[in-house]
């Protein structure tokens, strides 16, 4: 069974720092691209970063872009987040997701709490 | 960035009515698009990938259709687990998009 389980939330003061881990298990984890995606309370969904299987390609989106760092450690079946200079509209609920059978996000971790707030 | 304009961005309905949720992308992006379900305080559901392929799982009354900048994500016959919020998400390019959501809630 596929299982991804978030870690590492948590409430920081702006301008802090916060790394959150994803661990997966249940599927070859170095096969695939991983990804990141918040959500806002009571607001939508959005996509925040994407890692190729071997982390030849990574890509941000334009509001944390400089800040966050996205990687993995294959041998550790592990996605990272660093997240630096945060604000409080990073504020969210921060899922991973994987891309393991199909084209879109096919799994989902159950999400990590981050408030970022003095 | 490729920009998801979802329609509507609620709407009531009744078990057993049929269901349509639209999708627009401000440019082509082929049949690259998925389409999730969200339930309050959990994570999001895949429900149909590249644009209509039923993801694993998923009851055959959700359907999806379209290419290039419309899409729609049908549900032929609403049950009551299906009171949820639904998005479309573009996988066409990068940065990744969502549309914003349409929750659909009990008449």
């Known amino acids: 069974e596929v299982q991804l389980v978030e870690s590492g939330g948590g409430l920081v003061k702006p301008g802090g720092s916060l790394r959150l881990s994803c661990a997966a298990s249940g599927f070859t984890f170095s096969s695939y691209s991983m990804n990141w995606v918040r959500q806002a309370p009571g607001k939508g969904l959005e996509w925040v970063s994407s890692i190729s299987s071997s982390s030849s390609y990574i890509y941000y989106a334009d509001s944390v872009k400089g800040r966050f760092t996205i990687s993995r450690d294959n041998a550790k079946n592990s996605l990272y987040l660093q997240m630096n200079s945060l604000r409080a509209e990073d504020t969210a609920v921060y899922y991973c997701?994987?891309?393991?059978?199909?084209?879109?996000?096919?799994?989902w971790g159950q999400g990590t709490l981050v408030t970022v707030s003095s | 960035a490729i920009q998801m304009t979802q329609s509507p961005s609620s709407l009531s309905a009744s078990v057993g009515d049929r269901v349509t949720i639209t999708c627009r992308a401000s440019?082509?992006?082929?049949?690259?698009l998925g389409w999730y379900q969200q339930k309050p305080g959990k994570a999001p559901k895949l429900l149909i990938y590249a644009a209509s392929s039923l993801q694993s799982g998923v009851p055959s009354r959700f359907s999806g259709s379209g290419s290039g900048t419309d899409f729609t994500l049908t549900i032929s016959s609403l049950q009551p687990e299906d009171f949820a919020t639904y998005y479309c998400?573009?996988?066409?390019?990068?940065?990744?998009?969502f549309g914003g959501g349409t929750k659909v809630e009990i008449k």
């Open positions: 998400l573009q996988d066409y390019n990068y940065p990744r998009t």
């Open positions: 440019q082509g992006i082929r049949n690259d």
């Open positions: 997701a994987g891309e393991v059978a199909t084209t879109s996000l096919d799994y």
